[in-house]
């Protein structure tokens, strides 16, 4: 079987879990999130485009419901042994399917946790599965049940995540010779890729991101290509992923000499990463390290140029998105523990000069100091 843990720490999650789930008085948990399937029992696909859901009752039980494209993908990479099949067919309601699982595993008037906020959910299929469950049982949305439950990370786990900040480094690395005046952003978004590739790491959870001159102020991938100035911009936010665990960096690299304003925008962004990495502890929260970010490039005159987060919790995560729900924005009241990967990212914008600039790598938390994973440093990129 294709499982990059031990058995022994899938049955220390599934513990955690039902733990929880009694606490919160759920009989059961309807899991939509591909991460979620992934992290209790190794189950790896990308079958969730269409509808699945893992079936957790507080006694442990679990029943994977999939289409049979996935059937051998469950018992080849996870823990599951029940998988039930249901049928592709002519105005197909696996839902209703659900329901009589639900039924046959004796949940009928039980209170039943959701999986809402996941793309593993379509609005299509939450509208059947209300109409199907409404009168079944006493339905609640647990959305981020699992999800707060992966944010500190195992042993095990956090080796993942140095693995796939060596990769992100890596990548890098295979970047720096091509970014010059002429240089093709299609050979150095191969370059990136296949480093990682080569490095026996997998697909990222979403594109990188590659953008010079004007698209360098971009925040997201977009398809074309062109070739870099002789004096230019380049932003990249890639992620090293290993076993789907991400470590995400982010640069705008300078080709020729860069402008007055450039140099006054890396500065910012330093020193505010600088003064984050001093909240990045136990005893501060995600509200905090955000309100750092704000109250340093807002004295600066950035507030227009910069972001509403700065950053995020990461872990293994599937597409369309390497980002965790927990953010760096304002109010989040989510303690910092130890033990969590956390993407701290400076993006200022600056659309009047034209001039873009970004910053920013993974973090392991400890009691005391926050740990960069990069073997990088931050110091502005010049090529």
């Keep these: 079987m294709a499982l990059h843990f031990e058995r022994s720490e899938y049955a220390d999650r599934l513990a955690r879990l039902t733990e929880k789930m009694r606490a919160e008085k759920l009989d059961a948990l309807l899991l939509f999130a591909q991460e979620s399937m992934y992290w209790l029992t190794g189950y790896d696909t990308f079958g969730y485009c269409f509808f699945q859901t893992l079936v957790v009752k507080a006694d442990g039980t679990m029943t994977l419901l999939t289409r049979s494209a996935d059937l051998r993908q469950a018992r080849q990479t996870s823990i599951i042994e029940n998988v039930i099949v249901w049928v592709d067919r002519v105005n197909a309601d696996p839902t209703l399917d659900l329901k009589n699982l639900l039924s046959d595993m004796d949940l009928l008037g039980a209170k039943i946790g959701v999986e809402y906020d996941t793309h593993g959910m379509t609005g299509r299929v939450a509208r059947l599965l209300d109409n199907q469950l409404s009168t079944f049982g ?23 995540a140095r693995r796939a900040a060596e990769l992100a ?40 991101i590659i953008g010079s001159g004007a698209d360098a102020l971009l925040c997201r991938y977009k398809a074309g290509r062109r070739k870099l100035d002789a004096t230019d911009q380049l932003t990249l936010e890639w992620a090293g992923t290993a076993a789907h665990y991400h470590a995400a960096m982010m640069r705008t690299i300078m080709v020729g000499e860069p402008s007055f304003r450039h140099r006054e925008l890396y500065k910012a962004c330093l020193e505010t990463i600088q003064a984050i990495e001093g909240v990045l502890r136990p005893g501060h929260t995600f509200g905090d390290v955000f309100d750092t970010h704000a109250r340093i490039l807002d004295e600066r005159g950035l507030s227009r140029h910069r972001l509403n987060a700065c950053g995020y919790s990461l872990g293994a995560r599937f597409s369309p998105s390497w980002m965790e729900h927990q953010m760096f924005h304002v109010g989040n009241p989510q303690e910092i523990l130890p033990d969590m990967t956390l993407f701290v990212h400076m993006i200022i914008m600056d659309s009047d000069s034209g001039a873009a600039m970004t910053l920013g790598h993974t973090y392991l938390t400890t009691g005391a100091d926050p740990q960069p994973l990069s073997r990088h440093g931050l110091d502005l990129i010049l090529r």
């Design 138 to 160: 006493q339905i609640s949305d647990a959305s981020y049940l699992v999800s707060a439950l992966r944010l500190v990370k195992s042993p095990a786990e956090v080796a993942y």
């Design 169 to 208: 480094d890596d990548a890098l690395d295979a970047a720096l010779p091509l970014i010059r005046a002429g240089g093709d952003e299609a050979e150095i978004l191969a370059a990136m890729q296949g480093a990682i590739f080569l490095g026996g790491g997998d697909y990222p959870a979403n594109e990188f």
